[in-house]
């Protein structure tokens, strides 16, 4: 597998559920990031982990929670998520001396 | 200071025409600037990308021209094809500590017709 790998690929969770987000890159990179993209708004930054340490919380709500193990994977944990969350989550990843992101194909979350 | 304006927000452009998507920034910090592509159902990918240094990067059709007096770049399609079609980002960043963190704009829509 190359690149950055995402699972799933599409969820539908009610509001009281608990689901994670998984995100994998094969690319050696030293940073990984979480982003949100909802219709007709930017990709919004939610988080960034540098040497698998956060380095920036984009004042996001606690009910997303954030884990990088190491530097290959970042989860994003989802917890009473309100409908308003529903959007395309996107894992992308980037070594630091270049600043170009490798994104990966994201997952599509539906809260009802 | 830290956004990215893009504009338009939606292209139509005939096929074998010139597309131009603009971008405008305020930070002059910013020291590195992407183009990515998306398709529908995919993540954003890396098109093309340019630093301060110079004021144009050709790479195929695509072109960058870049312009560090007025805070503006811009990306040029030429003899646009229907398969260009997708939502394109400029974005922005400044290297800082051990990660880069990219400020994006709101995007634009490019259809080509055949």
């Known amino acids: 597998e190359t690149g950055v790998t995402q699972t799933p690929r599409h969820l539908v969770m009610g509001m009281t559920n608990k689901k994670s987000l998984k995100c994998e890159q094969h690319?050696?990179?030293?940073?990984m990031y979480w982003y949100k993209q909802s219709a007709k708004k930017p990709l919004e930054l939610m988080f960034v982990?540098?040497?698998?340490?956060?380095?920036e919380n984009n004042s996001v709500p606690s009910r997303f929670s954030p884990e990088c193990p190491n530097s290959s994977h970042l989860f994003l944990h989802l917890h009473t998520l309100q409908p308003e969350d529903s959007a395309l989550y996107l894992c992308?990843?980037?070594?630091?001396?270049?600043?170009?992101?490798?994104f990966g194909s994201g997952t599509r979350l539906t809260v009802v | 200071q830290q956004q990215v304006k893009q504009s338009p927000q939606s292209l139509i452009v005939q096929k074998g025409g010139i597309s131009i998507i603009n971008c405008a920034y305020e930070?002059?910090?910013?020291?590195?600037f992407p183009w990515y592509q998306q398709f529908p159902g995919k993540g954003p990918a890396l098109l093309i990308a340019?630093?301060?240094?110079?004021s144009e990067k050709k790479e195929g059709r695509f072109t960058i021209s870049f312009n560090k007096s007025a805070k503006q770049f811009s990306l040029h399609i030429m003899d646009s094809q229907p398969g260009d079609s997708a939502t394109y980002f400029c974005?922005?960043?400044?290297?800082?500590?051990?990660?880069?963190?990219?400020?994006f704009g709101k995007g634009t829509k490019l259809t080509v017709n055949p």
């Open positions: 930070n002059t910090a910013f020291d590195y």
């Open positions: 340019i630093r301060p240094d110079v």
């Open positions: 982990y540098s040497l698998e340490e956060r380095v």
């Open positions: 690319l050696g990179h030293n940073a």
């Open positions: 974005a922005a960043s400044t290297g800082q500590g051990g990660s880069e963190k990219l400020v």
């Open positions: 992308a990843s980037s070594q630091d001396t270049t600043g170009g992101y490798t």
